[in-house]
């Protein structure tokens, strides 16, 4: 008589709910889609992942690494943990598979092998901060301890009389400590029930204040916050958090977790240059990086700043009145206005296209970081000017473009 088969052991990829911030960029990492949502949880579907490891540098919380060692047979299915509201404990395994030499990751492949795949070979940008960067702190506050910060500031920053209604909202946090970089982002919690009755999950921002505080030396920041009442359709839809926050008035208090990512994050050595390419409110984290620079000119430090901002019109873009008394010795400003009376519709694109000559000389520089913020749809049109740049001169973009994700010079947040 046959002896049984001992039970395959599976390492389980699975989600944090609790610290999961909901921003899709696991789902939109995965090369072989086993990523999932619904309005409750992002889960791993067991029968798909591969463990190749693409979603886990990415994540800005570390919510995506977290594993469990299942009888594969017993796996947690993508219902049992869209249904979570925390991760299961470790299960002991049964006597028969304990001593079995290694257990498959989730699907079969190896990490180290998966990694090096062409698939997750295929992202845009860095999954390592620039080599200078500062050390940031992440997940110091999460959904179950927040921290309370008070509204100290909450004005429009574009015309009253546009369908943008953009605001600049700024959170005071007291005597607590909330120490951040330009670049990363919060967690605000809206308060109320979602339509399951259940809290409401967190929603990103990213900061638009520098690391020593939207006024130096204060402990407070600043969120660029667009008002949502339009879906991607075009569709009246009412955004939870966006309204909630455009309508704070001072002294109100939000509850916020964070500090969120580890990778987009400015250079920190003398010299570095930054190329910033944003779209409306894409432009918070490159409003960080400009401040953060302005504040350094007197230290002889600072390299050179390039920036592209796209927006419907003058009017329509945040901050367009401080963005344009900044001395045009420190910041090269682009502004392409796609809707502007009287003038053609311009992409940011369209505007490294023109500037190719000062873009590929800054791209010739090892000094060199370039940022992308904004909307999803501009990712490849930026990928591909980029690449006409370097081919007018008879360079290959495929070589600098790995070279520059190596390195941690190319980092992308598009939504
Ligand atoms: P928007 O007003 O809808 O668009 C800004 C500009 O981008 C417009 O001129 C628009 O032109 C143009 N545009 C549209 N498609 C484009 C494409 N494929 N390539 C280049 N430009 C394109 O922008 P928004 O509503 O402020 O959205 C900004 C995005 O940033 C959102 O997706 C948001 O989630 C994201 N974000 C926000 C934050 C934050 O902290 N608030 C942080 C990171 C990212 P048209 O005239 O064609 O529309």
Not at 100 to 129: D, F, K, W, Y
Not at 222 to 247: E, F, I, W
Not at 374 to 391: N, S
Request: some cysteine; charged content about 20%; overall charge negative.
């Amino acid at each position: 008589m046959n002896a049984p088969l001992p039970a395959e052991v599976l390492k389980q990829h699975l989600i944090d709910p609790e610290i999961c911030i909901r921003c899709n960029t696991c789902e939109e990492t995965c090369p072989v889609d086993a990523i999932t949502h619904d309005s409750n949880n992002y889960v791993v579907d067991p029968d798909i992942c591969n463990g190749c490891m693409a979603c886990v540098p990415p994540c800005p919380t570390g919510s995506i690494d977290n594993w469990r060692l299942v009888v594969r047979a017993e796996a947690y299915s993508v219902q049992d943990q869209l249904g979570w509201e925390e991760l299961p404990g470790e299960k002991s395994l049964p006597a028969d598979v304990e001593q079995a030499p290694e257990p498959v990751e989730a699907g079969n492949a190896q990490p180290s092998q998966a990694a090096a795949s062409p698939a997750s070979a295929m992202a845009a940008g860095a999954a390592v901060p620039p080599w200078s960067a500062a050390h940031p702190y992440v997940n110091l506050y999460t959904h179950k301890t927040p921290i309370t910060a008070t509204v100290v500031g909450n004005y429009r920053v574009t015309g009253a009389d546009t369908e943008s209604d953009i605001h600049h909202i700024v959170l005071d946090f007291g005597e607590l400590p909330f120490p951040v970089l330009e670049g990363q982002s919060i967690g605000i919690l809206p308060p109320g029930t979602d339509a399951q009755g259940r809290p409401h999950h967190a929603r990103q921002y990213s900061l638009a204040s520098p690391r020593d505080g939207e006024r130096a030396g204060y402990n407070n920041l600043s969120l660029t916050v667009k008002r949502v009442t339009q879906d991607h359709g075009g569709a009246a839809a009412h955004g939870v958090c966006s309204n909630y926050l455009c309508d704070l008035a001072r002294n109100d208090t939000v509850q916020v977790i964070g500090p969120f990512g580890h990778t987009f994050l400015m250079p920190n050595h003398p010299r570095a240059n930054l190329i910033m390419i944003c779209t409306g409110t894409g432009s918070a984290p490159m409003r960080a990086m400009t401040e953060r620079s302005r504040r350094l000119i007197g230290s002889g430090d600072i390299g050179k700043l390039m920036l592209f901002f796209g927006a419907r019109t003058e009017r329509e873009l945040p901050y367009f009145g401080p963005l344009m008394k900044l001395p045009r010795d420190f910041i090269d400003i682009n502004l392409a206005l796609s809707r502007e009376a009287g003038q053609p519709k311009r992409y940011v694109q369209d505007l490294i296209r023109e500037r190719a000559v000062q873009v590929r000389e800054l791209l010739a520089d090892r000094n060199t970081c370039i940022y992308v913020c904004g909307l999803k749809g501009m990712e490849v049109g930026v990928l591909e000017a980029l690449r006409e740049v370097m081919m007018q001169a008879g360079e290959d973009w495929s070589i600098l473009h790995d070279v520059l994700r190596r390195e941690g010079r190319l980092h992308f947040e598009t939504y």
